[in-house]
């Protein structure tokens, strides 16, 4: 079993930041990439943020931002969010690709349960 643990979101004013947290828990061998997606009323889930042993990724809509981060010994992502927008409001949902084991011949997908940002104007 894996667990995807999220934390940080909450209601903030326009410009303001918040800090999202999701620690990965259970059987891991290796997290070979974690990343934060969104989904506001009536779209659809987007991509926000990734990042791998080697480089992060970033929406169109969030670069300079946001900044994602990670702690590899607390299995543990992080998104930063600065000058927040009220079209940053959104669920946002922790992602992870992890082998859960040495032979796995492909990754297990997970989310967390999400956690509601909502930025005011």
């Known amino acids: 079993q894996v667990q995807l643990v999220e934390s940080g979101g909450g209601l903030v004013q326009s410009g303001g930041s918040l800090k999202l947290s999701c620690a990965a828990s259970?059987?891991?061998?290796?997290?070979?990439?974690m990343g934060w997606y969104r989904q506001a009323p009536g779209k659809q889930r987007e991509l926000v943020a990734s990042?791998?042993?080697?480089?992060?990724d970033y929406a169109d809509s969030v670069k300079g931002r946001f900044t994602i981060s990670r702690d590899n010994a607390a299995n543990t992502v992080y998104l930063q969010m600065n000058s927040l927008k009220p079209e940053d409001t959104a669920v946002y949902y922790c992602?992870?690709?992890?082998?859960?084991?040495?032979?796995?011949?492909?990754?297990?997908?997970?989310w967390g349960q999400g956690t509601q940002v909502t930025v005011s104007s």
């Open positions: 992602n992870a690709l992890i082998q859960r084991t040495w032979y796995a011949t492909s990754p297990g997908d997970y």
């Open positions: 259970g059987s891991i061998w290796k997290i070979i990439s």
């Open positions: 990042v791998t042993s080697g480089s992060a």
